[in-house]
């Protein structure tokens, strides 16, 4: 099955700083990537997503870069303010025979200082 | 219903306990998983239904954990004979299916198992 792996587990920023955070997954078959904010006792939101067929994509102050060759893929958030503290967690999903299970990596709980 | 919505929100049982968790998915959504997810960690996979078919449960920890979607909208997580290491967050997240795969999730249900 997939495996998923993040890092980093913590990631302190001062506000204004850029973050990045990076995921490697198992499946070269997978081809769906979604990144996930989940604030303190709240549901995981998603914030951003990236297929296969595409190599960068941006909303405002956040990116996603899928390199499919290496497998792996980043988030990118700019300009941080104290809001964007949270855990965010990145998936992979394999679509195979109308099936899928998304694979989740184990979080990366940001800080971002004032 | 305008999300994905879990019940009980928070539940504790003594251990020995059986519990069953709810969800309702977003109307018309044919995809449903059921994930656990530890403190500090990411979900894990435990089951997943297409309609009221259980395409997956290999993520299912042992056989005191059953779920069942039996006319492809509500789903039930039970598990008999808690035990404390089945203390977590069990989130539900359902998405529309096809070629859709985006994940929408519920607030979760903290089970604590005294």
């Known amino acids: 099955g997939e495996n998923v792996e993040q890092h980093p587990s913590t990631l302190s920023v001062q506000e204004g700083d850029s973050a990045v955070i990076k995921c490697t997954y198992s499946?070269?078959?997978?081809?769906?990537f979604p990144w996930y904010k989940q604030e303190l006792g709240k549901r995981p939101q998603l914030i951003i997503d990236?297929?296969?067929?595409?190599g960068e994509k941006k909303d405002q102050r956040i990116a996603v870069t899928l390199n499919k060759t290496a497998k792996h893929f980043s988030l990118h958030i700019t300009e941080t303010q104290p809001e964007d503290s949270a855990v965010y967690f990145c998936?992979?999903?394999?679509?195979?025979?109308?099936?899928?299970?998304?694979?989740f990596g184990r979080g990366t709980s940001l800080i971002v200082h004032p | 219903g305008a999300g994905v919505s879990q019940s009980p929100r928070y539940k504790v049982a003594k251990r020995g306990q059986d519990v069953a968790l709810r969800c309702d998915p977003i109307?018309?959504?044919?995809?449903l998983f059921w994930y656990q997810q530890a403190l500090g960690q990411g979900p894990e996979f435990l089951t997943y239904?297409?309609?009221?078919?259980?395409?997956?449960k290999s993520g299912l920890p042992s056989d005191r954990f059953f779920a069942e979607r039996p006319e492809g909208s509500v789903s039930t997580l039970k598990i008999q004979r808690t035990q404390q290491e089945d203390s977590a967050v069990y989130l539900c997240?359902?998405?529309?299916?096809?070629?859709?795969?985006?994940?929408?999730f519920g607030s979760g249900t903290q089970l604590s198992v005294l």
């Open positions: 997240a359902s998405s529309l299916g096809g070629a859709e795969k985006k994940l929408f």
């Open positions: 499946d070269s078959a997978s081809n769906y």
């Open positions: 990236i297929r296969s067929n595409v």
């Open positions: 998936a992979a999903i394999h679509a195979s025979g109308g099936s899928y299970i998304p694979t």
């Open positions: 109307s018309g959504h044919v995809s």
């Open positions: 239904f297409q309609n009221e078919a259980q395409l997956d």
